[in-house]
């Protein structure tokens, strides 16, 4: 895409305005028709864009032997408009602020998409500290979706001190090992792969297709997940 452009829809102009405006800007003044043959854009549709640009003060027009010609304003108008809309959101800014000081609400719920997502609540997880419980771990699938991420991921709790509690199935192929990792095991036939882990006041769900990382921030939910997996982990065996 045109700079130019990019930059023109960046700041606020639909594509076609902004292809209007450049096209008044290269030929000066011209008809619609004249317009509408440079941009490609329809000679109906291009009387609704250069009424929108009219309406931006980015265009006027003056008639001349019945004929209405349009013609571009001075870019800088522009930088006005920008500057304009600077000084009133600066106007409502302490506001805004204000509102995201107010404390967060009971229950907070956020989703994300895909392995950048997933990454997302892992420097969450470490930022939190604190210890961390899972169950419906299969690290077989944490390897092929994730690779190198759970590696590294493992490597920052160690640095950091902090451990882990998982609950797999007895029949897990794949298992990363680590010293800071406790495990338990519980019959495959009751195993669950939805993987699910509570630390500090959040619990974390993945679901693997689409892959989609859900994390709620609430501290009874987190408590109930808590007690829940402590109550398996009692039942579940130290080795296979």
């Known amino acids: 895409m045109d700079e130019t452009l990019s930059i023109l829809q960046r700041i606020g102009l639909e594509e076609q305005e902004a292809k209007t405006y450049i096209a008044l800007l290269d030929i000066g003044e011209g008809a619609a028709a004249k317009i509408a043959e440079k941009t490609g854009i329809g000679r109906v549709h291009m009387y609704q864009i250069l009424a929108k640009l009219m309406d931006r003060g980015l265009v006027s027009f003056v008639i001349k032997n019945n004929v209405k010609y349009f013609i571009p304003a001075n870019p800088e108008v522009l930088l006005k408009d920008?500057?304009?809309?600077?000084?009133?959101?600066?106007?409502?800014?302490?506001?805004?602020?204000?509102?995201?000081?107010?404390?967060?609400?009971?229950?907070?719920?956020?989703?994300?998409?895909?392995?950048?997502?997933?990454?997302?609540?892992?420097?969450?997880?470490?930022a939190c500290g604190g210890d961390l419980y899972s169950f419906g771990v299969d690290e077989e699938m944490f390897q092929e979706k994730?690779?190198?991420?759970?590696?590294?991921?493992?490597?920052?709790?160690?640095?950091?001190?902090?451990?882990?509690?998982?609950?797999?199935?007895?029949?897990?192929?794949?298992?990363?090992?680590?010293?800071?990792?406790?495990?338990?095991?519980?019959?495959?036939?009751?195993?669950?792969?939805?993987?699910?882990?509570?630390?500090?006041?959040?619990?974390?769900?993945?679901?693997?297709?689409?892959?989609?990382?859900?994390?709620?921030?609430?501290?009874?939910?987190?408590?109930?997940?808590r007690k829940h997996f402590l109550l398996l982990w009692k039942t579940a065996k130290k080795k296979r």
């Open 82 to 126: 920008l500057k304009e809309k600077e000084q009133e959101l600066q106007k409502i800014m302490p506001a805004l602020k204000a509102r995201l000081e107010l404390p967060f609400q009971d229950i907070k719920v956020e989703v994300y998409k895909g392995v950048e997502g997933f990454r997302s609540v892992l420097k969450d997880r470490i």
């Open 146 to 225: 994730f690779g190198t991420i759970v590696e590294q991921f493992f490597r920052q709790e160690k640095e950091k001190g902090l451990k882990e509690y998982i609950l797999t199935s007895d029949a897990a192929k794949f298992m990363y090992g680590e010293k800071h990792v406790e495990y338990r095991f519980i019959p495959d036939e009751f195993f669950d792969p939805t993987p699910t882990a509570i630390y500090k006041d959040r619990v974390l769900m993945i679901i693997w297709e689409p892959l989609t990382t859900i994390l709620i921030q609430n501290k009874n939910l987190a408590e109930a997940y």
